[in-house]
């Protein structure tokens, strides 16, 4: 229906009411928005069923690997996850009648419709409630009247030892703060639910006695699932993906619950054969290039390159904030505060609030060096507490805040020297010559082309010394290409299958709907592949794909 016949539907319901013109605006946008609101809704659904008709319809494994109760998370209710993990289950040749589900806390209806149009008829509930409100109401009490800080949060006592970090970051999330507020009106409320999940995560586990969880994430609410079913020694792969390719993480054990990036090992790293090593180095050559050209398609590479902004060199930003350009420029890249400060188990800090305002108070005392402060790329995107909130960045003339008008890539190659906790920069910028510090535990901390100190009160000493000064920045350089290389390569036997970011939500279906057809030869190996890699007990599915591939590509 077009806004004209909106229109008069509005103009006659006013003139039998006698209304006058200036109320029948107003009436076409409402009908005209209910109208849209339920043809989008009615597209949406329609795709939906026929996106899971076609996941129903992917054969890719006769041979029974798992032949036990599989444990299935819909609490992600993304075409994406669906897709990977539907891939992952029929790869295993799980049969329909051993999947059992879990929904949460979102789009909770589409969580279960999805699972039973999939052939999941037991389905579990995170949410359930039952007779457990005033069992759950006590534990909230209990835990509340021990936590006077943020920093009590991180040592909770949670049934079954769930960590209190994982605890502290579902919190951090929900407030979108720079650091869990216990006196927030919703605290105790969110303490609720979480201790919710974690008593219907015990049941559940305990009812279904699976072999094997595919679960959505390892942290967020099917964090306590995860560290459940890892405590009653069930298997639990994260079904993940990103940069274009699938990413299963199997997580082994509770002590290997924060090992979550698809990268290569130290030992990987240091036991490539020489072939393998210069394959690697090209592809992560130009996977750097193409990132800080803009043309990488994930998310955080689009918002931090596919940005034409001025180009600027060191020149042009000495003159913009009047330094010296004789000073060293050290680029402090921060995190989005809220965005899971400890994913990789961080150590030497609360979370990423504890940790910019400790580098700020060095930077303070410290006119040897200026400092500009880069905000993370994505803060625009998630919202909440921004780095104005937390630093006083007018106080100090060395100290100052990059612009979000200037281009990425020029700022990159301007800095001297990078301070950040575990951010990708650590990788770009390393692979362009540049040195970079850690603060902390991460994914590429230990490889040997960053310098991390090994706790907080080195870290903070090192960043007014010229720490770099005895870095092998050529070797490094390397190092990180053939790092990069692995991990944002891909095999070239994929061609052009490439999954898009989970951000795209619905406007996923029409590109999924066509890769069992287009890529059937693609999706056959990767169903051989997965196979290989379950038997095999690597954590990492991208990984053990780079590692097997004859040739690769960005």
Request: charged share 25%; glycine share 6%.
């Amino acid at each position: 229906m077009s806004w004209l016949k909106y229109y008069i539907v509005a103009n006659n319901a006013c003139s039998k009411i006698g209304w006058t013109s200036i109320i029948k605006a107003p009436l076409v946008g409402i009908f005209w928005l209910i109208n849209r609101s339920y043809s989008n809704r009615l597209t949406h659904k329609v795709a939906r069923r026929e996106f899971e008709s076609i996941l129903n319809n992917i054969t890719l494994s006769d041979a029974a690997n798992v032949d036990d109760r599989v444990l299935i998370d819909g609490t992600w209710d993304n075409p994406n996850y669906w897709f990977r993990s539907v891939v992952l289950v029929k790869a295993l040749g799980v049969q329909t009648q051993n999947l059992v589900g879990v929904i949460g806390a979102n789009r909770r209806s589409d969580q279960r419709k999805t699972l039973k149009a999939l052939g999941v008829n037991q389905i579990f509930d995170l949410l359930s409630i039952e007779n457990r409100a005033s069992q759950i109401q006590h534990q909230v009490e209990s835990l509340c009247s021990n936590i006077y800080s943020s920093e009590d949060i991180l040592c909770c006592d949670l049934p079954y030892s769930v960590p209190g970090k994982l605890l502290y970051d579902y919190l951090l999330k929900r407030q979108k703060r720079s650091k869990v507020d216990i006196d927030q009106k919703n605290f105790k409320k969110d303490l609720f639910t979480y201790l919710l999940n974690i008593e219907n995560a015990i049941s559940i586990v305990k009812k279904t006695k699976p072999r094997l969880a595919i679960l959505s994430h390892g942290k967020s609410e099917t964090g306590p699932l995860t560290w459940i079913c890892l405590k009653h020694h069930v298997e639990v792969i994260i079904s993940k993906s990103d940069y274009g390719c699938l990413r299963y993480w199997r997580v082994n054990g509770c002590e290997n619950i924060w090992n979550q990036q698809d990268c290569l090992s130290k030992n990987e790293l240091d036991n490539l054969s020489e072939e393998r090593q210069e394959g690697f180095e090209n592809v992560g050559d130009k996977a750097v290039r193409r990132r800080l050209a803009g043309h990488d398609q994930s998310m955080a590479a689009q918002f931090a390159y596919n940005n034409p902004g001025t180009v600027v060199d060191k020149s042009a930003i000495c003159d913009e904030f009047n330094w010296d350009i004789k000073k060293n420029i050290i680029g402090v890249y921060a995190s989005t505060w809220f965005d899971w400060p400890h994913t990789y188990g961080m150590k030497n800090f609360r979370d990423f609030e504890d940790w910019i305002t400790g580098v700020f108070e060095i930077a303070s005392r410290d006119e040897k060096f200026n400092w500009l402060v880069k905000a993370h790329v994505s803060d625009s995107w998630y919202g909440g507490a921004s780095i104005g909130d937390l630093i006083d960045l007018e106080r100090f003339d060395h100290i100052k805040l990059a612009s979000r008008k200037w281009n990425g890539a020029s700022l990159l190659t301007s800095i001297d020297a990078f301070v950040t906790v575990h951010g990708t920069v650590g990788i770009e910028a390393t692979a362009i010559g540049k040195p970079v510090i850690v603060s902390d535990v991460g994914w590429y901390d230990d490889h040997g082309f960053v310098r991390r100190p090994n706790d907080r009160d080195e870290f903070l000493g090192l960043l007014s010394t010229d720490w770099w000064s005895d870095m092998d920045l050529c070797a490094n350089s390397k190092k990180a290409k053939i790092f990069a290389g692995a991990y944002w390569g891909r095999p070239s036997w994929q061609g052009d299958f490439f999954l898009q970011d989970d951000s795209k939500q619905w406007n996923l279906y029409e590109s999924l709907q066509r890769l069992p057809v287009v890529h059937k030869k693609v999706m056959t190996k990767e169903s051989e592949l997965i196979r290989g890699w379950y038997a095999s007990g690597h954590p990492h599915y991208h990984t053990y794909k780079m590692l097997q591939a004859e040739k690769i590509q960005i």
